[in-house]
Every structure is written in structure tokens, then in C-alpha cells.
């Protein structure tokens, strides 16, 4: 079914093998030890307040707009018959349906597991709201509120870092690229990392693109939230220090779908697909870390809008390992990680892209 372009207007694991280079096994034993530890795994208790401060009304409304203004033809779209419902926005709804009763649907209900940040994580990355650059793919509108899991308010003014890789499987920033191998330009990369600071609402939003997959995961974005960090003149943020480290997923059936199109069908590496995933059968024990989503136009290929909300404990931090770092100079290993598999990245980008705040410098001094 699809929102009349009226309506919108009126509102606007068994795992296979984990990352190349990762120790699965050390990854289950922190996350698992990070909940044990953990008085609370999700964020049903703040339901009510939640709704009682205004705070869901307003996240509905913060989706409603983002969707309105970017949805194709004034038409914001689902099609249950082609895509999995299980986080599809998947309320009984026909175009006369309010936009609120959508994006409602487990706004502020879920806790992101804790995880390891993986082999690819790269330290000094540009502050902005769209990260593609020159990358190909679907594009991808992603909304993120994140909550105190023990007094249930949203956490303002805090850093949120987003990384995953392109529509082939590379991830920017490392010295490897396709089938493992050796690329040390792609150190030189920044596509598809970003941080953005969280509002009063404790949200932040990006554009970015619809990942693709590489042998041994399933599809995936990681994200990282940090306490102290700050955003430097030139840009960039460069910080070791997160509260969270998680990793956002999505319907099996939405990523077969869209792993149809081009480039993502160009890919020759193996599938994992989300059952055969060891760390997100894990996570799914105790909470639920798949994004909801709509459609934002007639095919897939126009876009889709998701989001998720969840859960972050303030007083435990972490240091997080970077396998590289990007300097004024370009990218420099540091020796831990292996980069990411998967086919051609494209061309290096050949500037970088404006972020909310006004152009990021094309000339990047780093660190």
C-alpha cells in the first residue's frame, strides 16, 4: 500500500566467520559481560514517561518530517507482498491511516547490545549528516534517539559515530579492498563515517547509503557513542572513548530485495545471511537491534527511511582499538585490523561533502 502524496503532505549464526581479523569469541564474552553486568536490557520501563514528557510524539514527528521531505513523487511507500514485514513499518494501515500510527511503532523500545567496534574502526572522522560522498547505492535516511537506560532521558549533546561499508563490502580508511586485497590507497578513504551530535532529544539523523555485505557478516552499521569528545575547527573528531559500541541491522527479506539492484548485485562474496550470524542471533536474546523502516517512493531504489532508538549505559566506558587513523596527510595503519572484503570501492572521493553546519574543508588538516 502506498501513503497518498495528500497525506504525506499534510504531515512532511551460526556465524560463519566474523570480521577477517576479529576475535569473535572475544566479542561475545565483552557483550555478554556488558549486559550481566547491566541492570537494565531494554527500554520498556520508559515507555510512559517517555509519552508523558512528549518525548515519542516528537520522534514521531521528527520521522514524519524527514520522510515528507524526502520521499519520491510525494508518495511515501510500502509493499508487504515484496518485502519482509517484520520491521517494516507493519501497522493495519491503508493512505488514510495518520503518519503517527507508522512511525510509532517500537520508537523507544529497544537496547542496541553492546559490541566490539570490529577490525575496521577508523579515529578522526568529519562531523556531517551525509556521508556518501561519491558512493553508490540506495539511499538511506536513518534516525537514532538514544536514552539513559536507567532514568529512561534522552542524552543531549553527545557524540554519535556512524561506520559501515559500501555496496560492495569495502570499508573506507583501511589498506585493504576487494577479495582481501592489498589497497593502501583506501586509507586515503573517508566514505561512509561520520559523527553527528545528538539533540534534546537525544536523536541525530544521516544520509547515508544501504550497506553491503561481506563473507562472514551479515549486513550491518556500527555505531559508537562517545562522552567526551569534541568537534576540532577543522571538522573532525578524533576520540577513543565511547559509552556504547553496537551494530544496527536490518530484515533479511528488505536486503535480499535490495541486494537486487546495481552495484549491490555486482558482489561475488559469499552471504551470511542474519541466521547465520553468531553476534545478532546473540543480541537478539535480550533485545531487538533491527532498525524499523517505510519505503520512500514506488521501488526500493528511491530510498528508504529507518529508525531505531535504544539504550546507552552512561557511567561505563570503554576504550575502543582503531585500526587506522586519518591524519592532514591522508590514512596511516596502525596495525590492528584487516580491511574489509568485498568488490571495487569506486574512485577515491575528490572533496567532501557539506554537513549541516556549512561546508567540511576540502583540504582536511587531521590531527
Not at 566467520?17 to 527500554?43: M, V, W, Y
Not at 514527528?61 to 519482509?84: F, H, Q
Not at 577508523?122 to 539511499?139: A, K, M, N, W
Not at 562517545?226 to 571538522?235: L, W
Request: with cysteine; proline share 7%; glycine share 10%.
Amino acid at each position: 500500500m502506498r501513503f497518498s502524496a495528500a497525506l504525506v503532505a499534510s504531515v512532511a549464526a551460526t556465524l560463519v566467520a566474523a570480521h577477517p581479523g576479529a576475535d569473535i569469541q572475544q566479542e561475545l564474552h565483552e557483550r555478554r559481560e556488558f549486559i550481566s553486568n547491566s541492570k537494565r536490557t531494554n527500554l520498556d520501563h520508559c515507555s510512559a514517561k517517555h509519552k508523558a514528557r512528549g518525548l515519542e510524539q516528537r520522534g514521531i514527528e521528527r520521522r514524519k518530517n524527514l520522510a515528507a521531505m524526502n520521499a519520491k513523487r510525494g508518495i511515501l511507500a510500502r509493499d508487504p507482498s515484496d518485502i519482509n514485514k517484520t520491521h517494516l513499518s507493519d501497522a493495519d494501515f491503508d493512505e488514510t491511516t495518520p503518519l503517527e500510527t507508522v512511525f510509532a511503532q517500537d520508537a523507544s523500545c529497544v537496547l542496541s547490545p553492546e559490541e566490539t567496534e570490529g577490525p575496521y574502526y577508523v579515529s578522526g572522522e568529519y562531523v556531517r549528516t551525509d556521508v556518501r560522498e561519491t558512493q553508490e547505492g540506495i539511499p538511506l535516511y536513518l534516525d537514532v534517539a538514544i536514552y539513559d537506560v536507567e532514568t529512561c532521558e534522552p542524552i543531549p549533546e553527545r557524540w554519535f559515530e556512524l561506520w559501515h561499508c559500501n555496496s560492495t563490502g569495502v570499508y573506507a580508511g583501511v589498506g585493504s579492498g576487494g577479495n582481501f586485497t592489498e589497497a593502501p590507497e583506501n586509507l586515503n578513504n573517508t566514505f561512509l563515517r561520520g559523527f553527528q551530535l545528538t539533540d534534546e532529544d537525544g536523536a541525530v539523523q544521516f544520509l547515508t547509503t544501504y550497506p553491503g555485505h561481506y563473507s562472514g557478516r551479515a549486513i550491518h552499521i556500527h555505531v559508537a557513542v562517545h562522552p567526551n569528545a569534541t568537534a576540532r575547527e577543522n571538522g573532525t573528531i578524533y576520540d577513543l572513548t565511547a559509552n556504547h559500541v553496537g551494530q544496527l541491522y536490518f530484515d533479511q527479506d528488505l536486503t535480499d530485495a535490495v541486494e537486487a539492484y546495481s552495484p549491490y548485485n555486482t558482489n561475488t562474496q559469499p552471504v551470511t545471511t542474519n541466521a547465520e550470524d553468531f553476534l545478532l542471533l546473540d543480541g537478539l536474546a535480550t533485545s531487538d537491534p533491527i532498525v524499523q523502516y517505510v519505503l520512500l517512493g514506488d521501488d526500493i531504489s528511491d530510498g528508504l527511511l529507518a529508525w531505531i532508538s535504544f539504550g546507552v549505559n552512561t557511567t561505563y566506558t570503554r576504550t575502543i582499538s582503531d585500526a587506522a587513523t586519518y591524519y592532514e596527510g591522508g590514512g596511516v595503519s596502525n596495525g590492528g585490523g584487516a580491511g574489509g572484503p568485498g568488490g571495487p570501492g569506486g574512485p577515491p572521493p575528490s572533496g567532501f561533502p557539506s554537513g549541516p553546519g556549512g561546508p567540511i574543508p576540502t583540504a582536511p588538516p587531521r590531527l
